[in-house]
């Protein structure tokens, strides 16, 4: 393979940045290739930049310079042109970050056992990137984080060796936005926010940017790039967390929430649909607002709206396990002893992402009452939970029958629900992942 600084040799700040973005006349490094970076670096090697991919794991490198992708969003064959025209590279040697000349971060941001920001993964990449700094660079950080990392933690880590930002390197915020599993949006055709440390670093930012996205939006500071990402994610949790709670009443009330949502959503204005489901998922809805929480008591605040709706969310796997017993006592069955085979273990449909899937939660309370609990995803081969690793069982006839109680938890497409309603004993449907089906539906328990 042709190494990238063979093709690329440094090049002055002297030369105007636009041109050289205009002409593809600079290498981009993408730090952290995941389910956000992996999309990232190919969205600049399409757009014609020399792209350098960087990764502690070594695996994840091996499997990109082999064009092989490890993202169902990353079609195979995206990858492999890329890297065979030398466009698309993966490395784990941190000091080619020399050879790039903007460079996006994209590591994870999760929270700590006591429920703290763990943003360990942004320092140590920044400090690898203040390592290798040189004159020109552009540095933007787009994992979610709280208001003022960009300042506080990210800056004093680039200055440290007596760098000015604005003048010696340039520095920004740039949330990054992707819905894995989203079939019409990604990297390219999602607005992307930018706040700079100062003008100039905003500027390059939506210079580079905008060469591989439709619309970039300059907002006045990094503290508002990063708080809009927190107010997006918020929204979403608070709203989940309100149709959640409105879906437990209308449980109780005996009311379908689910006609009701459609009923409600016939309002052309000042409403907008979204669904209660099993619980919340995934690594940022559950996550980023508690980032936000969290600076909020450092400034002696509270965001009640945040600790009301992670604790009513955080109730949905209960209420799934409820919704089981329900189900069995219906057939004069416990749940003590009862087969339960859980449909769909990932936090959302048509992705192959377990963390902090409520399948999870589900699961234990649901073996913690005695159930016999097995599972099938044809995204998930195997599944840890706890100490345990459990295989994924083939969804056959038999299966099907076999089981004292489907829980559907992911509605992915693939999946046959006629079918499935139709061989089963009793479906517990968290997703409203039947609604299609016409008959069979009295063994059906919803949300
Ligand atoms: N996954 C999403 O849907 C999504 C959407 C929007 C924003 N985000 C945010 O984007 C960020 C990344 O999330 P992700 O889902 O891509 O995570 P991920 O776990 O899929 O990928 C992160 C990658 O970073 C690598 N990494 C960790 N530390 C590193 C280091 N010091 N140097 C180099 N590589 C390192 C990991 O090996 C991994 O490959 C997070 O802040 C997340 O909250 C994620």
């Given amino acids: 393979m042709t190494h ?170 740039s949330p990054e936005r992707i819905d894995p599993g989203n079939a019409h949006y990604e990297t390219r055709n999602i607005p992307k926010i930018i706040g700079g440390m100062t003008p100039l670093c905003t500027e390059r930012a939506k210079t580079l940017y905008e060469s591989i996205v439709v619309q970039v939006v300059s907002v006045s500071s990094t503290q508002v790039a990063e708080m809009v990402k927190l107010l997006e994610n918020t929204f979403r949790a608070v709203n989940i967390g309100l149709v959640n709670e409105m879906a437990i009443l209308c449980h109780k009330m005996r009311i379908d929430m689910w006609e009701v949502i459609e009923g409600a959503r016939t309002k052309p204005f000042g409403f907008m649909a979204f669904y209660p489901g099993p619980g919340l998922g995934g690594h940022c809805i559950p996550v980023d607002p508690i980032y936000l929480s969290w600076k909020a008591k450092l400034i002696n605040s509270e965001a009640r709206f945040i600790d009301l709706a992670a604790q009513v969310n955080g109730q949905m796997p209960h209420h799934v396990r409820d919704l089981v017993v329900e189900g069995l006592n219906r057939e004069k069955k416990a749940l003590n002893g009862a087969k339960i085979l859980i449909l769909g273990v990932t936090y959302k449909k048509d992705v192959d992402d377990v963390r902090e899937s409520p399948a999870l939660d589900i699961w234990k309370l649901l073996s913690e009452g005695g159930g016999d609990v097995s599972y099938h995803d044809p995204y998930v081969p195997q599944l840890r939970i706890e100490l345990k690793t459990f295989k994924c069982q083939p969804l056959t006839s038999k299966v099907l029958k076999q089981a004292d109680a489907v829980v559907i938890i992911s509605d992915h497409s693939v999946f046959n629900y006629a079918k499935i309603v139709k061989e089963a004993r009793l479906v517990v449907d968290t997703r409203h992942a039947t609604r299609n089906v016409k008959s069979g539906r009295d063994k059906i328990v919803k949300i």
Avoid at 112 to 130: G, L
Avoid at 131 to 146: A, F, N, P
Wanted: proline content about 5%; overall charge positive.
């Fill in 4 to 173: 990238l600084s063979s093709i690329f040799p440094f090049r002055g700040v002297g030369v105007n940045f636009k041109d050289r973005v205009k002409e593809r006349d600079i290498c981009v490094g993408v730090i952290g290739l995941g389910y956000v970076g992996l999309p990232l670096a190919v969205a600049f090697a399409e757009a014609g930049f020399h792209t350098l991919g960087f990764d502690l794991l070594k695996e994840k490198v091996a499997k990109i310079n082999q064009g092989l992708s490890y993202i169902p969003d990353v079609a195979k064959n995206r990858l492999r042109p890329l890297v065979k025209k030398g466009l698309l590279e993966a490395t784990s040697d941190f000091s080619r970050l020399r050879e790039v000349d903007a460079i996006s971060i994209c590591v994870p941001t999760p929270l700590r056992k006591t429920k703290d920001p763990d943003i360990s993964h942004i320092i140590q990449s920044v400090e690898a990137v203040a390592q290798y700094l040189r004159k020109g660079q552009l540095v933007v950080l787009e994992s979610t984080t709280y208001p003022g990392t960009t300042e506080e933690v990210v800056l004093p880590i680039l200055e440290g060796k007596g760098k000015k930002v604005g003048k010696d390197f340039f520095l920004a915020f």
